[in-house]
């Protein structure tokens, strides 16, 4: 098999999963979408070495993590709004309403903080691993937890109990 059709079929394989990670991050599937777009971009240029990764899935969840951080720090996310209609439900046989309450809490988290909660809670990554990915101290990790998780509650106000399988680990 070819370098191309190695990229391909794991690209076509993994862009459900790395749309599930970006739309938490973003809160709207257009932008999750051009993440993981940018996200794959990059990982063709290095796929030569990139294949050879250990853990080729935390190596692209890695690079769509950096694209996604240093797109808040462009400006491009506060130069430029999509609209779309609602998004489908990522919450499967779960309260909407609850759902909604959440994204949209978690669309007020601070972009650091949003994407350690995404990592621990949404990922189900350790604290090491999540410090791995983000190139961090496992300390930074957990305040950006805690930081995060105060966040939401505080948004949430009485509605705290949605929350209670995102207690810190």
């Known amino acids: 098999m070819s370098l191309d059709e190695e990229y391909t079929a794991y690209v076509s394989g993994r862009l459900p999963w790395l749309r599930r990670i970006a739309y938490p991050l973003c809160q709207d599937w257009h932008r999750a979408d051009d993440l993981v777009q940018t996200a794959i971009t990059r990982l063709y240029v290095k796929w030569r070495h990139a294949r050879l990764a250990d853990d080729l899935d935390a190596y692209v969840r890695v690079i769509l993590i950096r694209v996604f951080l240093a797109e808040q720090r462009g400006g491009w996310f506060s130069r430029v709004r999509l609209t779309s209609t609602p998004p489908h439900s990522s919450f499967e046989g779960s309260d909407r309403d609850m ?27 350790s604290v090491e691993q999540t410090a791995r990915t983000l190139g961090c101290s496992t300390g930074t990790v957990k305040s950006q937890t805690a930081r995060g998780l105060a966040a939401l509650r505080s948004t949430l106000g009485a509605q705290d109990s949605c929350l209670p399988h995102m207690e810190e680990r």
């Open 99 to 125: 759902a909604m309450d959440l994204r949209r809490a978690l669309a007020g988290v601070p972009p650091r903080q949003r994407v350690t909660l995404v990592l621990r809670f949404h990922c189900d990554l």
